[in-house]
């Protein structure tokens, strides 16, 4: 798509921009974006700071020895079921113009111990699939009841996070009943459900193999998280014609058209706060810039830990609970390129999620975390240029591969000081010892893939801290255990007068969360549900 004005412009080349807009946006993920094109649908002129040298959060590509990739986004699910609220509200903030590819019929392929499981798309094809793999009674019975809990589990969550979008007053009298059915699931744990229905070890592992979508494990995690991703991709992948930075391209023209910019290389530093009301906020080389709103997507316990003052975080009576909230797993992942197409190679579209250590993620995932030296208790590998129907007309005769597997952030704090690129042979050579390993595992599943890769390159917990400026390298920002779905302040009002927060963490991970906490953040601000808005020119548009 060609676009007259520039979609974002570099802070250090001073652009133009004003005193004063209606809502500052700290960070462009996809919350912030989404949030933003909702207020500037209101009529709203927005500024959207981001500190990284490219726009779109998770969202974002970047470009090395003429290949590129995404960092954050393999697959996105519900994009063509009819009544999809994800569809619906991607198509009235894109204004159409982002369009989706089909993964096809297999979008998760599962290898537990070398025995492979697919995921396939729709509800019953996907019972039945599992039913072929686990064929008794016994089985089929608990697949059935499996699929009856996601749903009564997701039922449950939805109303309770358009909770978070209502005025205190209405979320009062609400609250009650809708948390009691939420709260009946959100405090167990995704192995609590699993055990409560199968004594079948392998059949659990299993349907508990989509954990790294999520990143804990199923002793650790929450049903809620486990059911909203599980039933999310129960009706296939699909990935962005284009690829993931289409998001910020097909959002932007939105918030261009009235009035407002995206600023890269802009890192705030502190949200200004006067009279107990954030005004506006204080950049990194000491400019102000007043908003009548501030909007934070840059993650809560940034927000709140580093970009109020002293002062100002004394002001927020939930900072104890907060901290107690801790964050995702960190990861690594090694970025592939190949001189041969995707076809020429024989690349799948499914992505792979392989368990070398057999069916108990739990301990497998314990173990490694504490020597990694041990086997990755998970290895995912996707396959973008397969997915991306495009990517040949940028990248003609060349593919792209991602493999991700976990990591734990204390590994790396010896170089926490060091320098992007200039962190010493001794980073590098851990680097190099985890890139074979998980290269290993590529060519155990495509071993015609051997000799073939002209370049890779891993980024590891220090990247993700150095490009996002999640503290702890954290994949996925707060981790998805109990403790967080009961934290009730992870809300888009926070208790400082016009600054809200927006992104994963206050719905959940995914681009889905995501999404979906740009819609109540703007609903919060504007104080009504936008929802309302979106499904009406969803039906005068025919979508
Ligand atoms: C490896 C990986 C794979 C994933 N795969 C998938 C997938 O296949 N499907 C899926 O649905 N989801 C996936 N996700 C999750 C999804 O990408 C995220 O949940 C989502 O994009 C997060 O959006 P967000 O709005 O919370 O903002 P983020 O994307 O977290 O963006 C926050 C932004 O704030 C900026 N920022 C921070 N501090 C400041 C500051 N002081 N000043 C200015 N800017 C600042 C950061 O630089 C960043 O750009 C994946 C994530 C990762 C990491």
Same mark, same amino acid.
């Given at each position: 798509?060609?676009?007259?004005?520039?979609?974002?412009?570099?802070?250090?080349?001073?652009?133009?921009?004003?005193?004063?807009?209606?809502? /500052?946006?700290?960070?462009?993920?996809?919350?912030?974006?989404?949030?933003?094109?909702?207020?500037?649908?209101?009529?709203?002129?927005?500024?959207?700071?981001?500190?990284?040298?490219?726009?779109?959060?998770?969202?974002?590509?970047?470009?090395?020895?003429?290949?590129?990739?995404?960092?954050?986004?393999?697959?996105?699910?519900?994009?063509?079921?009819?009544?999809?609220?994800?569809?619906?509200?991607?198509?009235?903030?894109?204004?159409?113009?982002?369009?989706?590819?089909?993964?096809?019929?297999?979008?998760?392929?599962?290898?537990?111990?070398?025995?492979?499981?697919?995921?396939?798309?729709?509800?019953?094809?996907?019972?039945?699939?599992?039913?072929?793999?686990?064929?008794?009674?016994?089985?089929?019975?608990?697949?059935?009841?499996?699929?009856?809990?996601?749903?009564?589990?997701?039922?449950?969550?939805?109303?309770?996070?358009?909770?978070?979008?209502?005025?205190?007053?209405?979320?009062?009298?609400?609250?009650?009943?809708?948390?009691?059915?939420?709260?009946?699931?959100?405090?167990?744990?995704?192995?609590?459900?699993?055990?409560?229905?199968?004594?079948?070890?392998?059949?659990?592992?299993?349907?508990?193999?989509?954990?790294?979508?999520?990143?804990?494990?199923?002793?650790?995690?929450?049903?809620?998280?486990?059911?909203?991703?599980?039933?999310?991709?129960?009706?296939?992948?699909?990935?962005?014609?284009?690829?993931?930075?289409?998001?910020?391209?097909?959002?932007?023209?939105?918030?261009?058209?009235?009035?407002?910019?995206?600023?890269?290389?802009?890192?705030?530093?502190?949200?200004?706060?006067?009279?107990?009301?954030?005004?506006?906020?204080?950049?990194?080389?000491?400019?102000?810039?007043?908003?009548?709103?501030?909007?934070?997507?840059?993650?809560?316990?940034?927000?709140?830990?580093?970009?109020?003052?002293?002062?100002?975080?004394?002001?927020?009576?939930?900072?104890?609970?907060?901290?107690?909230?801790?964050?995702?797993?960190?990861?690594?992942?090694?970025?592939?390129?190949?001189?041969?197409?995707?076809?020429?190679?024989?690349?799948?579209?499914?992505?792979?999620?392989?368990?070398?250590?057999?069916?108990?993620?739990?301990?497998?995932?314990?173990?490694?975390?504490?020597?990694?030296?041990?086997?990755?208790?998970?290895?995912?590998?996707?396959?973008?240029?397969?997915?991306?129907?495009?990517?040949?007309?940028?990248?003609?005769?060349?593919?792209?591969?991602?493999?991700?597997?976990?990591?734990?952030?204390?590994?790396?704090?010896?170089?926490?000081?060091?320098?992007?690129?200039?962190?010493?042979?001794?980073?590098?050579?851990?680097?190099?010892?985890?890139?074979?390993?998980?290269?290993?595992?590529?060519?155990?599943?495509?071993?015609?893939?051997?000799?073939?890769?002209?370049?890779?390159?891993?980024?590891?917990?220090?990247?993700?801290?150095?490009?996002?400026?999640?503290?702890?390298?954290?994949?996925?920002?707060?981790?998805?255990?109990?403790?967080?779905?009961?934290?009730?302040?992870?809300?888009?009002?926070?208790?400082?007068?016009?600054?809200?927060?927006?992104?994963?963490?206050?719905?959940?991970?995914?681009?889905?969360?995501?999404?979906?906490?740009?819609?109540?953040?703007?609903?919060?601000?504007?104080?009504?549900? /936008?929802?309302?808005? /979106?499904?009406?020119?969803?039906?005068?548009?025919?979508?």
């Amino acid at each position: 798509m060609e676009h007259a004005t520039p979609l974002f412009y570099s802070y250090k080349k001073r652009p133009q921009l004003d005193e004063h807009y209606d809502a /500052i946006f700290i960070g462009s993920g996809l919350g912030s974006l989404c949030a933003a094109s909702l207020l500037a649908r209101n009529g709203k002129k927005v500024l959207i700071c981001e500190r990284h040298y490219t726009p779109g959060g998770y969202t974002h590509v970047f470009t090395r020895n003429d290949y590129e990739w995404d960092v954050g986004l393999h697959y996105v699910g519900d994009m063509d079921r009819k009544g999809s609220a994800l569809r619906i509200i991607f198509e009235y903030i894109t204004d159409k113009n982002l369009k989706w590819a089909d993964m096809g019929e297999v979008y998760d392929r599962v290898v537990i111990n070398g025995k492979v499981f697919d995921y396939v798309k729709g509800l019953n094809n996907w019972k039945e699939r599992m039913k072929f793999y686990f064929p008794t009674a016994d089985d089929a019975r608990a697949i059935d009841k499996y699929v009856e809990l996601l749903f009564a589990v997701n039922a449950a969550a939805k109303n309770f996070y358009m909770l978070k979008a209502l005025p205190k007053l209405a979320q009062f009298f609400s609250s009650p009943f809708l948390s009691k059915a939420y709260q009946k699931f959100s405090s167990r744990t995704t192995k609590e459900i699993l055990d409560s229905i199968s004594d079948n070890d392998e059949l659990k592992a299993v349907l508990s193999a989509q954990f790294g979508d999520y990143g804990m494990p199923p002793a650790q995690s929450s049903i809620v998280i486990h059911a909203a991703v599980a039933l999310h991709y129960m009706n296939g992948g699909f990935y962005p014609i284009g690829g993931s930075e289409e998001i910020f391209n097909t959002i932007m023209p939105s918030v261009i058209n009235a009035g407002g910019k995206t600023v890269i290389s802009a890192e705030v530093k502190e949200i200004i706060v006067e009279g107990g009301k954030a005004i506006g906020v204080l950049m990194a080389d000491g400019k102000k810039i007043t908003s009548d709103i501030v909007v934070s997507g840059a993650g809560v316990h940034l927000t709140f830990e580093k970009l109020l003052n002293e002062e100002n975080q004394k002001k927020i009576k939930f900072l104890k609970t907060l901290k107690k909230v801790e964050p995702s797993n960190a990861h690594f992942s090694l970025y592939i390129g190949l001189k041969q197409t995707a076809e020429e190679l024989n690349l799948p579209k499914a992505n792979y999620w392989i368990y070398p250590c057999g069916n108990n993620h739990d301990e497998a995932v314990e173990k490694y975390l504490n020597d990694y030296k041990q086997e990755f208790p998970v290895v995912y590998i996707s396959f973008p240029s397969a997915k991306n129907p495009k990517f040949l007309e940028k990248y003609p005769g060349r593919s792209t591969i991602e493999i991700i597997s976990v990591a734990n952030y204390d590994w790396f704090k010896e170089w926490e000081g060091s320098r992007w690129k200039k962190r010493g042979e001794d980073y590098d050579a851990f680097k190099e010892e985890i890139s074979q390993r998980l290269l290993a595992h590529l060519y155990k599943m495509e071993p015609q893939l051997e000799g073939k890769i002209d370049t890779y390159e891993l980024s590891t917990p220090l990247s993700t801290k150095n490009f996002c400026n999640y503290q702890k390298g954290e994949i996925y920002g707060l981790s998805h255990d109990p403790q967080r779905f009961d934290a009730d302040f992870l809300q888009p009002k926070t208790p400082i007068k016009n600054l809200f927060i927006t992104g994963q963490d206050i719905v959940t991970v995914g681009i889905a969360g995501a999404l979906m906490s740009g819609v109540l953040t703007a609903s919060s601000i504007l104080g009504k549900n /936008i929802m309302n808005d /979106i499904v009406q020119y969803a039906k005068q548009s025919g979508g």
